[in-house]
């Protein structure tokens, strides 16, 4: 009997997909900014708006979309205008998000307390259509942002200074990267939790960049893997019956893990059978421009 002919199981997968597909496509932005954790921090700062909507019994994830946007703009405000390195900032929205969320939850009754475990760890199974079509629009969203504003998006991450002096609007488009990331920690909260979300948006990327070269491609990639770990955790950890969120992050972990594995004993091989002549790289301006107005 196919697990996939009950609704909240289709629900449940067809959110892991969305999840699987627009936090790795957001996520790669980050990798190259060298920012792997700040989904990591949003996911906090989330957990206050969560914390807000349990408390004021409003919608957690509408409160978590709320907190969340404002968490990002105030970090990039911060690492742009202010003396404090970006990764104060991001210990201070750590810190501050958690600590928010966890005295908010306190003064809500046992039931929220309960609520959030499904928050902080992911709980898909429970996903309803309303959530669904929320997080298909958001998800949408992230996909539309990160695929359209490509070029403009890497020239920032790869070269800040050197966008600026393009005439590229460096800071509109900081601040749109911070608020897809924020909006993409909300999508996957159902799928991964808030905890986990920054784990499904980084190591795709790092498993893709093992495998390929340039930008476009390590994008696609890294959202394939995104949602054959998403799809192929869901159908495990019905089967097995273990923690939907963790079993996805676990599997993606280990399909890095393999691929790290894999290139290095094929490199390993490929130096065996002999030396091959190597051109070096032109890194100049002139080039990164190039890729840039070709999506690399």
């Not at 199981?9 to 959110?15: E, F």
């Not at 902080?120 to 992230?142: E, H, K, N, W």
Request: proline fraction near 4%.
């Amino acid at each position: 009997m196919s697990i996939f002919q009950y609704d909240f199981m289709i629900r449940a997968l067809v959110g892991a997909l969305i999840t699987g597909a627009s936090a790795p496509a957001i996520g790669i932005y980050l990798v190259q900014r060298r920012l792997s954790l700040i989904g990591d921090g949003l996911g906090h700062v989330a957990l206050t708006g969560v914390g807000f909507g349990l408390l004021l019994h409003q919608s957690p994830v509408l409160m978590a979309v709320v907190a969340a946007a404002l968490g990002a703009v105030v970090i990039e405000l911060v690492r742009e205008r202010g003396k404090t390195s970006g990764d104060v900032a991001l210990a201070m929205l750590f810190y501050g998000g958690i600590s928010g969320g966890v005295i908010l939850v306190n003064l809500s009754d046992e039931q929220s307390n309960r609520s959030l475990v499904t928050y902080l760890f992911g709980s898909p199974l429970t996903t309803s259509r309303q959530d669904l079509t929320v997080m298909l629009i958001l998800g949408c969203a992230v996909l539309a942002v990160a695929v359209l504003l490509r070029p403009w998006l890497f020239a920032v991450c790869h070269d800040e200074e050197y966008a600026r002096v393009s005439g590229l609007p460096v800071r509109a488009l900081n601040l749109i990267l911070a608020v897809t990331t924020a909006v993409t920690v909300t999508v996957a909260m159902r799928a991964v939790g808030l905890l986990l979300v920054s784990a499904l948006m980084v190591v795709p990327v790092a498993t893709a960049q093992q495998l390929t070269r340039g930008f476009r491609v390590t994008m696609l990639v890294a959202v394939l893997i995104g949602l054959t770990v998403s799809g192929g955790g869901i159908w495990i950890s019905t089967v097995a019956d273990t923690g939907p969120g963790a079993t996805v992050v676990l599997l993606a972990i280990a399909g890095f893990f393999t691929a790290t594995v894999g290139v290095s004993t094929w490199r390993a091989v490929r130096r065996r059978a002999g030396p091959r002549p190597s051109t070096p790289e032109r890194t100049t301006p002139e080039v990164v421009l190039d890729r840039v107005d070709h999506g690399y």
